[in-house]
C-alpha cells in the first residue's frame, strides 16, 4: 500500500524567511497530492494541490513541486507571515482515500 | 453557505458509556468520510461511505461503527469508549471518491471536528 513520508517533523523560521516540507510516496501510480494546512483547533483546510502531470504549481506565496521520478513533493512558502504559523499535511491517494503525512510543524517567529 | 457541521463540537463521555457524533452537508457529495485525529498527529481515517457503500479500515476497532441514513448525515458510533479512544474526530466529504485511472482528483471537505473527552 501507499507510504507517506514527511519531512522535517517540525520546523522553525523567522518572519520573512521561507520555509520548505518535503514528503515522499511509494506507489508510482498516485496521481494527486495536496498540502493541508491546520491551525491549532481547527479543521484542516487544503491549501494547494498539484496533479502528477505537471511538475509545479503556484498560489501567491506557496507553491508545490513534485519530481515523479524521484517520488517526492515539496511544498514551498515564500515571505513567510506569523499567520502561516501551523500544523501542514501532505496526502498522497489511494483508490477512494488519502494516506496523510505524519505533519510539520511550522512555527514563524515574528 | 454550503458547509460540513459537526455536533456537538465538544462531548464527554463516561468510560464504556456509548456516544454517538454527528456529521452533516450540504455539499450533496457522495463520500463521507470519519477521521481520528490524536494530538500531534495525522488524522486516521476509520471508514468512509461512498454513497450508501460502507468502506472499513482494516485496523479501525469493531468498537468504532457508522450509519449513514441519507445523503447529507452521517454518524460515529462509539459503543464502548476508552480512555485511549478521546481524541478529535473529523468528519470529511468529497464530491465522489479518488481513482487514478478515471482522473478524478477529489478535494476533501473537513467539518471543524468533535473533541471527545472520555472520564
Known amino acids: 500500500g501507499e507510504n507517506v513520508e514527511q519531512h522535517p517533523s517540525t520546523l522553525s523560521v523567522q518572519e520573512g524567511d521561507s520555509a520548505v516540507i518535503k514528503c515522499t510516496y511509494s506507489d508510482s501510480a498516485s496521481n494527486y497530492f495536496p498540502w493541508y494546512k491546520q491551525e491549532l483547533g481547527k479543521r484542516p483546510q487544503l491549501i494547494i494541490d498539484?496533479?502528477?502531470?505537471?511538475g509545479e504549481k503556484k498560489d501567491q506565496r506557496i507553491a508545490v513541486t513534485l519530481n515523479k521520478t524521484a517520488k517526492h513533493f515539496s511544498l514551498h512558502i515564500t515571505e513567510t507571515q506569523p499567520e502561516d504559523s501551523a500544523v501542514y499535511f501532505c496526502a498522497s491517494p489511494l483508490p477512494g482515500k488519502l494516506i496523510f503525512g505524519q505533519g510539520t510543524t511550522l512555527q514563524v517567529k515574528p | 453557505d454550503a458547509m460540513v457541521i459537526q455536533n456537538p463540537r465538544y462531548q464527554v463521555t463516561q468510560f464504556g458509556k456509548p456516544v454517538t457524533l454527528s456529521c452533516s452537508q450540504t455539499l450533496n457529495h457522495n463520500v463521507m468520510y470519519w477521521y481520528q485525529q490524536k494530538s500531534s498527529q495525522a488524522p486516521k481515517l476509520l471508514f468512509h461511505?461512498?454513497?450508501?457503500?460502507?468502506?472499513n479500515e482494516a485496523d479501525t476497532p469493531d468498537n468504532f461503527q457508522s450509519r449513514r441514513p441519507n445523503t447529507s448525515f452521517c454518524f460515529l458510533d462509539i459503543r464502548s469508549p476508552g480512555l485511549g479512544d478521546a481524541a478529535m474526530y473529523l468528519c470529511a466529504t468529497s464530491r465522489t471518491r479518488q481513482t487514478r485511472t478515471s482522473g478524478i482528483y477529489n478535494e476533501q471537505f473537513f467539518g471543524p471536528g468533535t473533541r471527545l473527552t472520555v472520564l
Open positions: 498539484i496533479r502528477s502531470n505537471v
Open positions: 461511505y461512498y454513497d450508501k457503500d460502507f468502506n
